[in-house]
C-alpha cells in the first residue's frame, strides 16, 4: 500500500511556522478521495455563490481558501508518498 508523506501547511502569521499537517502514513488512496471531497465542495460553495448578486464575503473567501490549501497538503503528502515508493520500486 502506497502512503502519504507528513505536508504541513497553514502558516502562522507572526512566525510564519505551519500550524497543521497531513500525517505520514495514511493510504494514498483515501487521502485523494478526502482532497476530491474538500474540492468539490469548494466548488458547489463558489457555484452557489455566483448565482447571487452580492459577491464573495470575506468569510466565504476564507472559507474557500482553507478548504484550498488542505486540498493542497493532502495532494503534496499524498505525490511524496507515490515518488517515494517509485523511487523504492526501481532497480
Given at each position: 500500500?502506497?502512503?502519504?508523506r ?5 502558516g ?15 493510504p ?30 470575506q ?19 499524498c ?13
Open positions: 500500500m502506497i502512503t502519504s507528513e505536508r504541513t501547511f497553514e502562522l502569521s507572526k512566525t510564519g511556522v505551519d500550524a497543521l499537517a497531513v500525517r505520514s502514513g495514511l494514498v488512496e483515501d487521502l485523494m478521495e478526502l482532497s476530491s471531497c474538500r474540492l468539490a465542495e469548494t466548488l458547489e460553495l463558489l457555484r452557489e455563490q455566483a448565482e447571487g448578486d452580492e459577491g464573495l464575503s468569510n466565504t473567501l476564507y472559507v474557500v481558501q482553507n478548504q484550498l490549501e488542505t486540498a493542497k497538503a493532502m495532494l503534496d503528502a505525490t511524496a508518498g507515490l515518488v517515494q515508493f517509485g523511487g523504492r520500486a526501481r532497480p
